[in-house]
């Protein structure tokens, strides 16, 4: 297992994840069947899951890449997602299954789920690898979850504290000595 010394408690291994991966896309696979969803990674933290978790899948499925920031929260109206790197297609008619690796207040994927539906998306569903539910201050409920976590700083697996340890295979607590005050995306 890659671990790290500035990881204080590892709460996921390597092969705890996989195991879970191959689960939810398993229950992917037999929801959509048939219907071609389209997985939309938000980058940078979902893309190791979601390279993952999309060889995992069984059915036909095609994928795009999305980079965004929130603004405001869920009780502003819409807009409130500023979009760095967009999709490339239209969304008319389509499944979308926004891939997330952390929902913590839920404020970006509340915005952003309003976005893909606001553009003609027929169906707009949320799989995450984390889920933080005591932190939730938005109306969202991720349809896939792998993991229920407390309310705790993680790292690995695609998510970062500064920009490092996102090769990390494992997903675990960070040590209260490496964090320098504030989090970062
Ligand atoms: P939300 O809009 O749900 O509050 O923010 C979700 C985003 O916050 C995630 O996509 C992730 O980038 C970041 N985030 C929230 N909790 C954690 C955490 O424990 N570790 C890391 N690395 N990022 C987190």
Do not use: W
Not at 86 to 98: A, E, F, Q
Not at 108 to 135: M, Q
Request: hydrophobic content about 40%; some cysteine.
């Amino acid at each position: 297992m890659k671990t790290h010394v500035d990881m204080e408690k590892v709460l996921f291994s390597k092969e705890e994840i996989s195991e879970k991966v191959a689960e939810v896309a398993k229950q992917i696979s037999a929801d959509y069947e048939g219907k071609n969803p389209l997985l939309i990674c938000v980058l940078k933290g979902a893309s190791v899951f979601f390279v993952d978790l999309i060889r995992e899948i069984s059915i036909d499925v095609e994928m795009e890449f999305m980079s965004v920031s929130s603004y405001g929260n869920s009780t502003q109206s819409s807009g409130r997602v500023k979009i760095e790197k967009d999709v490339g297609i239209d969304l008319t008619g389509r499944n979308v299954i926004i891939v997330e690796d952390i929902v913590d207040t839920g404020n970006t994927l509340f915005n952003l789920r309003k976005l893909l539906s606001a553009r003609g998306a027929s169906d707009v569903k949320i799989c995450c690898l984390l889920d933080k539910p005591s932190r939730r201050t938005a109306d969202i409920k991720p349809d896939y979850v792998c993991f229920e976590i407390p309310d705790e700083f993680v790292i690995g697996y695609g998510l970062d504290y500064a920009e490092k340890y996102r090769n990390l295979d494992c997903v675990g607590v960070i040590k209260s000595s490496a964090v320098m005050g504030s989090s970062s995306k």
